[in-house]
């Protein structure tokens, strides 16, 4: 059962719909402030209306950079727990405001730098939430975002997701090394049901939606590992997924990612490449390299 979160401020991206709206309901069931963080307040607002407990809508735009650090900016309180859900999949061919793949640059960047920019008031945990997925995942660090080969939907989201799962490993590498007590874990919520797919749009987003709808878990069994990723007493660096056979669904449990999701030098490069691409670094001094 998920603890009491009395007194305790949440941050959640995406959380006016599927897993993100199911995850905030849950945690502020148990007491918990909720912040949704999301690009329609107005579907934010309908949403926390029908949330109990104090529901609170903040605007940000993980795909405009400019509107990432203006909700980082406009923050002045502590945040116990910030949670990395917003995302998309297999959109058609696009670019975001700053010019990235959309996968890239909303599931990854715009996560990475809100992450980098709140982790001075954040006191308890980051969670980000990566998916199975990220077992196709290929990592390009030089051609992330797909300029000069082929944009393949599904490729992309896959490697959006590994991307986040190596950015949760080398977090907490920098957290430990910095002397911090705040954790990073992930979060896999198996098949859901939920409007991710259809908000893609483009035809293979679809016909894979047609195709796992029937086989998925609600949007409340999806949030699962993401409250338990959130909330249980885990160690740094913590993958939590449903603990079936395919990881599709079942009660949360620490699980291992791929190997090339544990990876360090590559999750270091990707974080060098990272700062760079959105002129954010990590804000705590390192005391050691490990």
Not at 138 to 157: K, M, Q
Not at 189 to 206: E, I, V
Not at 242 to 252: I, K, L
Request: aromatic share 4%; proline share 8%.
């Amino acid at each position: 059962m998920t603890p009491s979160l009395a007194g305790r401020t949440v941050v959640i991206t995406g959380a006016n719909s599927g897993i993100g709206r199911a995850t905030a309901r849950t945690l502020a069931a148990r007491g918990a402030r909720v912040v949704l963080a999301v690009r329609d307040p107005d579907r934010g607002r309908a949403a926390a209306a029908d949330m109990p407990g104090r529901a609170e809508v903040r605007h940000l735009d993980l795909a405009d950079l400019s509107s990432v650090r203006a909700f980082a900016a406009a923050w002045t309180e502590p945040v116990d727990v910030l949670i990395n859900n917003a995302g998309v999949m297999m959109p058609p061919p696009d670019l975001t405001v700053d010019g990235f793949e959309p996968h890239f640059g909303i599931n990854h960047l715009g996560h990475f730098a809100l992450t980098n920019l709140l982790l001075p008031r954040i006191t308890g945990r980051v969670v980000t939430v990566s998916a199975g997925g990220h077992q196709a995942g290929t990592l390009d660090l030089d051609d992330p975002h797909r300029r000069n080969r082929p944009y393949r939907p599904f490729s992309a989201y896959a490697q959006s997701k590994l991307a986040n799962l190596l950015f949760t490993a080398e977090l907490q590498r920098r957290l430990t090394a910095s002397g911090s007590t705040v954790l990073a874990t992930a979060a896999n919520p198996g098949l859901a049901a939920t409007n991710l797919l259809s908000h893609g749009g483009s035809r293979a987003a679809r016909w894979t939606n047609a195709l796992l709808r029937p086989l998925s878990q609600s949007d409340v069994g999806g949030a699962r590992t993401t409250v338990h990723a959130a909330t249980a007493d885990l160690p740094g660096n913590s993958y939590v997924s449903p603990s079936g056979v395919t990881q599709s669904r079942g009660r949360p449990k620490v699980t291992t990612p791929s190997k090339a999701a544990r990876d360090p030098e590559l999750a270091r490069r990707l974080w060098t490449l990272s700062e760079s691409m959105t002129a954010t670094t990590f804000p705590l001094p390192l005391r050691s390299r490990p």
